[in-house]
């Protein structure tokens, strides 16, 4: 299948149509293990462990090519077959180096989520931008329009030199992106975004459409008002945040949306194998949430569990959740991933861990 026309006029609206989740889960043997799969919408099978391809774009540090690419062959050998990425990622960078090593070892197999709702432009700025990114050259600009959705999903499909990818996420849409914008992009988002990602996925472009945001708030927005058969939500349900349990996750579950997480190590604050990194959803982490983060590191210090992998392991055992995406930067980063995923946890630590007050009463646990 080619390109999607892009040309006005090109796709009409489609129709209003369900989806759901399966709690099928299967097996992907590999080289060094098996990693588990479930699935989207009756037919996208994620591994349980995916790969997080936002740092691949340089995000906060520069990434050589040699270590991108190895970061992505040992992400293969060791049964990773999701990978997501978005233009956002590098203005680019990141797509394009995940199609080049997925390309150049006929990937068999990958799964791969990528994002619309932005166009990279060029631009004069020569530094890290505010967004984080240590490219040159070029940045993004948010457009939900069908013709913006049509440009941006396009010139991907070139960069991850693909037909189609498998899942197809509206980015960033919520009021602390967009602030005084929000309803206006919020309205975009539902009459014109939405529609063309949804039309996409009839024509065979996608197999499944749903947002990828940072803001829990956005998500019960919009669940009632759209069918979505996903949501990466980056940072609202971990270890240290569980008060969207009785919203977001709960909603999702019983809507049957499948729910992929990020940031679960919360911008690398339980990320450290012996204590607290310093920040917290992008930026430095106040002492009331350092806190926090320190009584957890001690809890699974006295039963020698690292706190990675509790964190990893936590949010795959909620029913709704089908995959978790750390950001794998380097091999190491991703061999260590596998360790978590995989590695052996009492069940005393989440006894404990829940009579601190550090887990919700209701929280699911491994």
């Not at 996208?44 to 050589?64: I, K, M």
């Not at 993004?140 to 990818?165: A, H, K, M, N, T």
């Not at 971990?238 to 190590?265: S, Y």
């Not at 339980?270 to 809890?299: C, K």
Request: glycine share 10%; with cysteine.
């Amino acid at each position: 299948m080619g390109h999607p026309p892009t040309g006005p006029g090109a796709l009409q609206l489609p129709q209003s149509r369900s989806s759901g989740v399966t709690g099928m889960i299967a097996n992907v043997s590999s080289k060094r293990g098996t990693l588990a799969q479930r699935r989207i919408a009756d037919a996208v099978p994620l591994t349980a462990l995916g790969f997080g391809a936002a740092v691949l774009g340089n995000l906060y540090a520069e990434v050589s090519d040699a270590v991108a690419d190895a970061a992505i062959e040992v992400a293969l050998e060791s049964g990773i077959r999701y990978f997501d990425t978005a233009p956002h990622y590098g203005y680019g960078l990141s797509e394009s180096r995940l199609g080049r090593a997925l390309a150049a070892r006929s990937a068999t197999g990958a799964v791969l989520s990528t994002k619309v709702g932005r166009l990279i432009v060029p631009t004069a700025n020569d530094g890290v931008q505010s967004d984080g990114f240590a490219v040159t050259g070029r940045r993004s600009v948010f457009d939900y329009s069908r013709d913006g959705i049509l440009r941006s999903f396009e010139s991907s499909l070139r960069r991850l030199r693909r037909q189609r990818v498998e899942v197809l996420l509206l980015h960033d849409v919520g009021q602390m992106t967009h602030g005084r914008h929000h309803e206006s992009m919020l309205r975009q988002a539902l009459e014109e975004a939405l529609p063309t990602m949804r039309r996409l996925k009839e024509m065979g472009s996608c197999l499944a459409v749903g947002i990828g945001v940072n803001e829990s708030a956005v998500c019960m927005e919009l669940m009632g008002r759209c069918d979505l058969d996903c949501i990466l939500l980056a940072g609202r349900y971990t270890l240290l945040e569980q008060q969207t349990i009785n919203t977001v996750m709960a909603e999702a579950h019983r809507r049957k949306i499948a729910v992929i997480i990020g940031g679960a190590f919360n911008s690398g604050l339980l990320a450290g194998a012996t204590e607290p990194g310093t920040t917290y959803n992008y930026g430095p982490a106040d002492e009331e949430t350092s806190e926090r983060a320190r009584r957890m590191y001690a809890i699974c210090s006295s039963l020698n569990v690292d706190v990675g992998a509790a964190a990893l392991q936590f949010v795959l055992a909620h029913p709704a959740v089908v995959s978790v995406i750390p950001g794998l930067r380097s091999p190491d980063e991703v061999r260590t991933a596998v360790q978590r995923v995989h590695a052996q946890i009492p069940g005393r630590l989440w006894q404990e861990l829940r009579a601190a007050g550090l887990l919700l009463p209701d929280s699911p646990t491994p």
